[in-house]
């Protein structure tokens, strides 16, 4: 028995009514989808409501899920992924514009990306292990639109194939393909163009 | 073959296999094709160290740890039990009233939400209101009479009152009257003939002509004083008339 057929002998069992297969559900894909929450949305708390809805959503709709369509990974990461389209698109959370120069979460008085790039004596590699830029890394991964950002995340982040990112965002693999080199490319510009204006 | 290749190499081809590129999948002339044109061309080999770049960036973010009790919280909004290793100490004597909360919480857990809170806010007060505005006073509810006799008095006085208010309408004596005038404007022959066959009767004595109410209690009649006999048009809009007119309509509405 393969990953799949266990996974949709667990959701079988659930959809049955067993309270441990739905546990077993939740211990193994709480992770994977807390982190598609969290790069979304850029906040740990707002991660976590956003996970809880997702199972909530999950538990609720689990009996629709289709064992022929697509794998079960590839419908959690697409209720995950609507669910997140769906809580962003009031606009609250649409793409942000900000300068470069700006000062991450508004405030007055803390240090530019430029800033807190700077760091002369590290190499590229040194720089992106340590936490400060991974912090950097994330702001400028919220800086992308909604749409570069799910492409990358799914790709570059959770590891899919672009088939099922193009199953899970509903749109053509080459669509896909162009989203996440776009979004890559922009990421790398906002980064890279602030490290070179801080020397 | 390969020189034909690199010289066929368009920039649109290599933005559209940067994917491919990234990931180290191409193989062969088509991969020798694309290098060759990212030498001799400066916007394609920038467009693929940035894409890389970015890639690289991204691949080293570390995975998030998520909260410790999210998956308690998970599954506490959702089957509403608790995993062995995160399940509290369960507590002795627990009562049947926390086990009745327990059962009853995941039911309610969809409507326990602050919007919910609030719309039912925003719909009890505006209820509550709108009886304010109708008359309807909570601290009244003590002094009801809710005895059987007291509720059918009370049902009585309310049939009564809607009654008046509806034969003390405006609109209501105006419809009365006008539909009055048009059935005597269609039978308008049907007035004239018993005047002509009253001559033929025995002559009505002087004082019948206004009898009293112990006269007409003796010959059987009543008074016809009303403009939807013989007497004259009657105007809706004349407030006197229409007040001579309402215990007529009231007669005429309990006949039917």
């Known amino acids: ?199 | 073959m390969a020189g034909e290749l690199q010289s066929e190499m368009q920039c649109a081809q290599v933005e559209a296999l940067l994917a491919e590129i990234l990931d180290g999948t191409l193989q062969g002339e088509t991969l020798t094709g694309c290098e060759a044109h990212q030498q001799s061309c400066a916007a394609c080999r920038t467009m693929v160290q940035e894409a890389r770049a970015g890639m690289h960036w991204l691949n080293a973010l570390d995975e998030a740890e998520p909260p410790a009790n999210l998956v308690h919280n998970i599954l506490a909004k959702t089957i509403g039990a608790l995993p062995s290793e995160h399940a509290p100490v369960k507590q002795r004597g627990e009562g049947w009233l926390e086990k009745l909360k327990g059962r009853l919480a995941p039911m309610f857990a969809p409507i326990a939400t602050p919007r919910f809170a609030m719309s039912f806010g925003m719909a009890f007060f505006s209820i509550t209101m709108l009886l304010g505005i109708a008359g309807f006073h909570f601290a009244d509810v003590r002094h009801w009479d809710l005895s059987s006799k007291g509720i059918r008095r009370t049902y009585y006085e309310a049939q009564a009152r809607c009654m008046r208010y509806y034969e003390n309408m405006r609109v209501v004596y105006e419809i009365e009257s006008r539909v009055r005038d048009l059935r005597r404007a269609g039978t308008p022959d049907q007035s004239a003939q018993p005047q002509q066959q009253q001559p033929q009767q025995e002559a009505p004595a002087p004082n019948q002509k206004n009898p009293s109410k112990t006269e007409n209690r003796q010959h059987g009649t009543r008074p016809q004083t009303y403009s939807r006999d013989n007497g004259e048009p009657m105007l809706a809009t004349f407030p006197a008339v229409m007040l001579a007119a309402i215990p007529q309509a009231r007669q005429n509405r309990r006949t039917a």
């Not at chain 1, 900000?98 to 720089?127: C, H, I, M, N, V």
């Not at chain 1, 994330?138 to 800086?143: C, N, Q, W």
């Not at chain 1, 749109?171 to 801080?198: C, D, F, H, M, W």
């Open chain 1, 1 to 199: 028995m393969d990953d799949n057929q266990a996974v949709n002998a667990l959701v079988r069992r659930c959809v049955s009514g067993d309270a441990a297969a739905w546990q077993e559900i939740v211990q193994q894909y709480h992770r994977r989808i807390y982190n598609i929450c969290y790069r979304f949305s850029g906040s740990a708390d707002d991660a976590s409501d956003l996970a809880q809805e997702v199972f909530i959503k999950m538990y609720r709709t689990l009996g629709t899920f289709d064992t022929t369509r697509a794998s079960f990974m590839t419908w959690v990461t697409t209720v995950t992924r609507n669910l997140l389209v769906d809580h962003f698109r009031k606009g609250k959370y649409d793409r942000i514009t900000d300068s470069l120069d700006a000062t991450p979460g508004d405030q007055e008085d803390g240090l530019t990306f430029a800033d807190r790039l700077e760091d002369k004596g590290a190499s590229p590699e040194a720089r992106v292990r340590s936490q400060e830029t991974q912090k950097l890394v994330h702001e400028a991964l919220k800086r992308l639109s909604p749409e570069l950002r799910e492409a990358v995340i799914l790709r570059d982040l959770q590891d899919m194939d672009y088939k099922d990112i193009a199953k899970v965002l509903n749109v053509p693999e080459g669509t896909v393909k162009s989203r996440i080199n776009r979004g890559r490319t922009e990421l790398a510009r906002l980064l890279q163009r602030n490290y070179k204006q801080a020397n």
